[in-house]
């Protein structure tokens, strides 16, 4: 239902753009009410499923490690980027310009960006040392 309302608020987008506002350059800096509610389905979409996808795999790392250490790191790190996420949004239904929104909140939107990169890399470097650490050695 989300990813419905997400497409249609992205074509409303894109249909103001490019066709209300044809021939007008300057319309592509100002942000919209569309803009603003598409990333905001984004977010809460994207940084949710995100975070769902990403607990799991700590949660896997829980399962298979025994410790709770590397999960509850990449725990607190989802819920600091589903909070990066929710600020930037924010932020740009504040904004007046694309260009203001970025000059002001770009610092969020790199910080959600890097924050989910290295719970990524967590997860799988610690998947791997604890898939590593239970081989069998078992021959087909």
Same mark, same amino acid.
């Given at each position: 239902?989300?990813?419905t309302a997400?497409?249609?608020?992205?074509? /409303?987008?894109?249909?103001? !753009?490019?066709?209300i506002?044809y021939?007008?350059?300057?319309?592509?800096?100002?942000?919209?009410?569309s803009?603003s509610?598409?990333?905001?389905?984004? %977010?809460?979409?994207?940084?949710?499923? $995100? @975070?769902?996808? $990403?607990? +799991? +795999? @700590?949660?896997r790392?829980?399962?298979?490690?025994?410790? !709770?250490?590397?999960p509850?790191?990449?725990? !607190?790190?989802s819920?600091?980027?589903?909070?990066?996420g929710?600020? *930037?949004?924010?932020?740009?239904?504040?904004?007046?310009? %694309? %260009?203001?929104?970025?000059?002001?909140? $770009?610092?969020m939107?790199?910080?959600?960006?890097?924050i989910s990169?290295?719970?990524d890399?967590?997860?799988?470097? *610690?998947?791997c040392?604890?898939?590593q650490?239970?081989r /069998?050695?078992?021959?087909?």
């Open positions: 239902m989300l990813e997400h497409t249609v608020v992205i074509w /409303s987008f894109i249909y103001s !753009l490019t066709v506002n021939g007008k350059p300057e319309t592509i800096n100002d942000t919209t009410w803009l509610t598409a990333l905001l389905l984004m %977010t809460l979409l994207g940084a949710t499923v $995100q @975070g769902i996808v $990403q607990s +799991f +795999f @700590g949660y790392v829980w399962v298979l490690s025994g410790r !709770l250490t590397i509850a790191i990449t725990w !607190l790190g819920i600091i980027r589903l909070g990066f929710g600020a *930037a949004t924010a932020g740009l239904f504040d904004a007046k310009t %694309t %260009t203001s929104f970025l000059a002001r909140d $770009q610092w939107v790199t910080g959600a960006i890097v990169t290295l719970i890399i967590i997860n799988t470097s *610690a998947l040392i604890c898939l650490r239970r /069998s050695g078992f021959k087909s």
